[in-house]
T-cell receptor, first 112, second 111 residues
């Protein structure tokens, strides 16, 4: 089974609201990454957080990491219609040579 | 600077046919990956490579082979295509401990 699992599977919000997505994983990691995918396109990297970091910001994005709970969250503040996409977390285990494993993703729909 | 380029972008195969998907990167990245993505699902790792001449199995390697003869290229082969291999295939390249850069995908249909 996959290392990362996102929650919720789908999220629908109004423009201007905040969106929170969660990711849980099973084994120890070197880092955790969040990616975005617009329909039918390749993935675009959003943010990487290392195992010794607890929080990271990038523009309207805030990522937290709790290694004791093996979980991470991605917060998008003041969402826009253009944020509509699927969001995936990916983990690099600390064994196995950077075998990057993705979760199933959260589909975010932001209504204008 | 093209980044990661996948060839072809679309392909239809008959059951039992073979084909090779090419991934080329111009970023001199060490690690390269092949994933498949089925409708409504995340990416599943097929094979990956941590350097020229080395490959390793991912989560779903059966039915696929790979080669990395040159650092910039990572080839994914299907020896005898099956309908279950209908999917969108993504290649990625990255430096150690850094983010991955993805190609735009290859949409493969096996009939």
């Amino acid at each position: 089974s996959q290392q990362g699992e996102e929650d919720p599977q789908a999220l629908s919000i109004q423009e201007g609201e905040n969106a929170t997505m969660n990711c849980s994983y099973k084994t120890s990691i070197n880092n955790l990454q969040w990616y975005r995918q617009n329909s039918g396109r390749g993935l675009v990297h959003l943010i990487l957080i290392r195992s010794n970091e607890r929080e990271k910001h990038s523009g309207r994005l805030r990522v937290t990491l709790d290694t004791s709970k093996k979980s991470s969250s991605l917060l998008i503040t003041a969402s826009r219609a253009a944020d509509t996409a699927s969001y995936f977390c990916a983990t690099d285990g600390n064994t196995g040579g950077f075998k990057t494993i993705f979760g199933a993703g959260t589909r975010l729909f932001v209504k204008a | 600077n093209a980044g990661v380029t996948q060839t072809p972008k679309f392909r239809v195969l008959k059951t039992g046919q073979s084909m090779t998907l090419l991934c080329a990167q111009d970023m001199n990245h060490e690690y390269m990956y092949w994933y498949r993505q089925d409708p409504g699902m995340g990416l599943r790792l097929i094979h990956y490579s941590v350097g020229e001449g080395t490959t390793a199995k991912g989560e779903v390697p059966d039915g696929y082979n790979v080669s990395r003869l040159k650092k910039q290229n990572f080839l994914l082969g299907l020896e005898s295509a099956a309908p279950s291999q209908t999917s969108v295939y993504f290649c990625a390249a990255r430096l150690r401990t850094a983010e991955a850069f993805f190609g735009q995908g290859t949409r493969l249909t096996v009939v």
